[in-house]
């Protein structure tokens, strides 16, 4: 923790508009794995 605390502000520039990005290519992706899985035992 203390390595934490000593690097300070690490947030950058459009850092709201960046997790917002990786948030919804997350949820992205775990729809596409349920699908897949979806698909794959229909297919069984």
Do not use: C, H, W
């Not at 934490?4 to 992205?28: A, C, H, P, W």
Request: a negative charge; proline letters at 0%; charged letters at 45%.
């Amino acid at each position: 923790m203390s390595l934490i605390k000593s690097d300070g502000d690490t947030t950058r520039d459009y850092q709201r508009f960046r997790d917002v990005l990786i948030q919804s290519m997350v949820d992205e992706i775990k729809f596409s794995k349920e699908e897949i899985k979806k698909m794959e035992r229909a297919n069984e």
